[in-house]
């Protein structure tokens, strides 16, 4: 049976870490998955997360800080016991216009993973919905990323990849191989209160999004990262709680 994740940002507006890594445990969460803000000091959160029964396997890191402070990462990474890391943005002031700025970026990408590949851990590029915006000669920025950074795996966040128009079955088809985490998150119906509220984001299985066919899709792809995530929850607890009874409902005899 899979061992379910949490993306840690779902709670930034619920302090503290230690009411939240609780709640997470008592759900039913095994891992939880970081980004920078619950990471400033790791020996603090990583006895947080011993304390409630919990490890972080993977984490968000901003790519300023996997280029210019690698040592430091690589401590991060190695206090908190994870096993991969992923960039997970890259704003549009620095967004390449065309395939040879992606080229470029790509490889900025690859130069980052061969360090943390040596020192055994896993590297990545989470997507949102920019990557499958076609470029002039009808290539996709995820696909130059994935083509020219070979040593990159790939954290599929499936509410972006609906959100930029893209299709799950055809990405899983090209690039399965690649992905080594995804993130479960669900769009919400247009009109509902979660459109306005939340950001268009909903609990998983109270979007719009096919779950089960989803989880089919992914059932035979190499994660092992599950991750459920929501950018702007009202209500973390709802939310965590809702959204695992639906990945234990639906998935769990799939994916196990």
């Not at 996997?66 to 549009?92: F, M, Q, W």
């Amino acid at each position: 049976m899979i061992s379910l994740s949490y993306q840690l940002y779902g709670s930034r507006e619920f302090p503290r870490l230690s009411r939240t890594l609780a709640m997470l445990a008592k759900a039913g969460y095994r891992e939880v998955e970081g980004y920078p803000g619950v990471m400033e000091d790791p020996a603090a959160t990583r006895a947080a997360l011993d304390a409630a029964g919990l490890k972080m396997t993977s984490a968000h890191f901003g790519i300023d800080q996997l280029e210019n402070d690698r040592e430091g990462v690589l401590a991060t990474a190695k206090i908190l016991g994870l096993s991969t890391l992923y960039c997970p943005h890259i704003g549009p002031p620095e967004r390449p216009g065309d395939t040879e700025g992606w080229k470029a970026f790509a490889a900025r990408l690859q130069a980052i993973a061969l360090p943390l590949c040596d020192a055994d851990f896993g590297f990545g590029w989470h997507n949102h919905d920019f990557e499958f915006e076609r470029l002039s000669d009808g290539t996709t920025p995820l696909d130059i990323i994935l083509e020219s950074a070979p040593d990159i795996s790939w954290e599929a966040d499936i509410g972006w990849i609906v959100r930029g128009g893209a299709s799950l079955a055809d990405w899983v088809g090209r690039h399965g191989d690649r992905i080594t985490a995804v993130h479960i998150k669900d769009i919400a119906p247009v009109g509902e209160d979660e459109d306005e509220d939340e950001d268009g984001w909903a609990d998983v299985g109270h979007g719009t999004l096919d779950w089960a066919a989803n989880f089919r899709l992914l059932a035979d792809v190499p994660v092992k990262h599950w991750v459920v995530e929501h950018d702007n929850p009202s209500d973390d607890q709802r939310f965590a709680v809702r959204s695992i009874e639906t990945v234990r409902r639906i998935a769990m005899d799939t994916l196990s």
